[in-house]
């Protein structure tokens, strides 16, 4: 079964970085498209970014040039490394697989399989 585990969450100020991780078990990473979520309080789901099994990556526009997703696949981890953290940013972080990532929106009902979250705080 797939799983995914991930850390690295924490607080920090606004104009810090974080790099969260992804690990994977139970499968080959290399197969699959891997995609960052987050949830803030009281809103939806949205997609963050992903990558696909060849490397390729899309962002959400609000962080294109501050966050970039990377994949190790020897490793079945992928990271989510973060730039210049917003207060916007602050919110619970999901990685998920087994779903598309490509240009256009990404909808987290594509994704089969998800890991537990961890929290992001950007706040002075």
């Known amino acids: 079964q797939l799983q995914f585990v991930e850390s690295g969450g924490s607080s920090v100020q606004p104009g810090g970085s974080l790099r969260l991780s992804c690990a994977g078990s139970g499968f ?3 197969l699959y498209s ?28 609000s962080v ?23 207060p916007e940013d602050t919110a619970v972080y999901y990685c998920a697989g087994k779903g598309m990532c490509h240009g256009g929106t990404i909808n987290d009902y594509e994704y089969s399989y998800w890991g537990q979250g961890t929290q992001v705080t950007v706040s002075s």
Not at 78 to 84: E, I, T
């Open 64 to 86: 294109k040039g501050r966050f970039t997703i990377s994949r190790d696949n020897a490793k079945k981890t992928v990271y989510l490394q973060m730039d210049n953290l917003e």
């Open 28 to 30: 080959t990473l290399d």
């Open 34 to 61: 891997i995609a960052w979520f987050r949830q803030a309080p009281g809103k939806e789901r949205e997609a963050v970014g992903c990558v696909t099994r060849n490397f390729d990556t899309f962002y959400k526009d």
